[in-house]
């Protein structure tokens, strides 16, 4: 059974605090869209990260690109964050102390890019950047892993279709975290799903994924990974709880990636919530510290015999 943090506790903060406002009505996205336009928020990492983690910026093509690095200077490989937030929301605390668990605990660079949001960032801008940027840090750090929560696991996705489209090898690793797959929304199951989640709602993220998807079509693989090829995609890692509804297509892509021969490791959780792994949760702590350990046994040099 959950944890009453995650049973009761944290739906209920969801609630109080009208997390659902910009997804639950098509009006309410619209109106969510406008005020992040006129009042942006901020993006830097909080003041009080790990003490272990050096955090140094550039500008990559006009966007901020943050480098977490292991202050052990013992970093191998790298990992590149996408964050969520329905493509409209900026990056926030979670995703930085995620960031951050990782370089420490993996032993890696880190990776967060602050890309343009909806209205003015769109997929067929955004997912060709990031495709470059592991190409740019392939050069710099060797083995790349991507991974993404929510609106950051579609560009994670994404991005790593678009590099075997581009016949780039595979990444080592993707990790998604309840990951949006399907931005036309038109899964039967997600009505059944939608009175048990507490965050998101149809009506809404169709509005955000309808500006995400610029000029190409709502079933392009850089809007909506669901419709892609898998086969020669690097392994998976995916998380989802079961009040959310992205579940029905996450598993619809578990099910697509595997019948394609891609190794994944999926691990859904009845009764938690969209991106369970970020929450300050039991769960949520087991799902952070499963990511460290997968994305560092994924960049970890392979030992010689001996």
Same mark, same amino acid.
């Given at each position: 059974?959950?944890s ?12 109080i605090t ?5 997804f ?8 969510h869209?406008?005020?992040r ?10 003041r009080?990260?790990r003490?272990?983690?050096?955090v ?14 292991p202050?052990s200077?013992r ?10 937030g329905g ?33 003015? /960032? *769109?997929? $067929?801008?955004?997912? +060709?950047?990031?495709?470059?940027? #592991?190409?740019?840090? =392939?050069a710099?750090?060797? %083995? @790349?892993?991507l ?8 560009i994670?996705?994404?991005?790593a279709?678009?590099l075997?489209d581009g016949?780039q ?6 990790v ?6 399907d931005?036309?929304m ?14 998101l709602?149809?009506d809404?993220?169709?509005?955000l ?31 989802? /709880? *079961?009040? $959310?509804?992205?579940? +029905?297509?996450?598993?619809?892509? #578990?099910?697509?990636? =595997?019948?394609?021969?891609? %190794? @994944?490791?999926?691990?859904e ?8 792994p ?10 952070r510290?499963?990511?460290?350990d ?6 970890t040099?392979?030992?010689a015999p001996?």
């Open positions: 059974m959950p009453f943090m995650s049973r009761v506790a944290v739906p209920a903060y969801l609630r009208r997390a659902n406002q910009p639950r009505t098509a009006e309410g996205a619209r109106e869209i406008r005020q336009t006129i009042r942006p928020q901020p993006f830097g990492p909080p009080l990260l003490s272990d983690v050096a140094s910026v550039r500008r990559e093509d006009g966007w901020p690109v943050y480098t977490l690095t202050r200077g970093a191998h490989g790298n990992v590149i964050y996408c964050h969520g493509w409209v929301n900026e990056v926030v605390r979670q995703h930085w102390e995620l960031a951050a668990d990782i370089a420490a605990g993996a032993g890696a660079t880190v990776t967060v890019p602050i890309y343009p949001l909806v209205p003015f /960032g *769109t997929a $067929d801008q955004v997912i +060709p950047a990031f495709a470059e940027l #592991v190409r740019a840090n =392939r710099e750090y060797g %083995e @790349v892993c991974a993404g929560d929510s609106a950051g696991g579609q994670a996705l994404s991005t279709v678009a075997r016949e090898p595979s990444v080592p690793r993707t998604l975290i309840s990951p949006a797959t931005l036309s038109s899964n039967p199951e997600i009505p059944i799903v939608q009175p048990e989640d507490p965050w709602g149809r809404g993220g169709l509005v994924g309808d500006h995400w998807r610029g000029p190409l079509p709502i079933t392009d693989p850089l809007v909506s990974p669901l419709f892609a090829d898998f086969t020669g995609l690097g392994p998976l890692t995916v998380f989802c /709880g *079961t009040r $959310d509804i992205l579940m +029905p297509d996450a598993r619809l892509m #578990v099910e697509k990636a =595997r019948a394609a021969g891609v %190794e @994944v490791d999926y691990y959780a009845a009764g938690l919530v969209h991106v369970y970020l929450t300050p949760t039991p769960e949520g702590k087991a799902a510290t499963l990511i460290v997968t994305l560092r046994r994924a960049l040099p392979a030992r001996r």
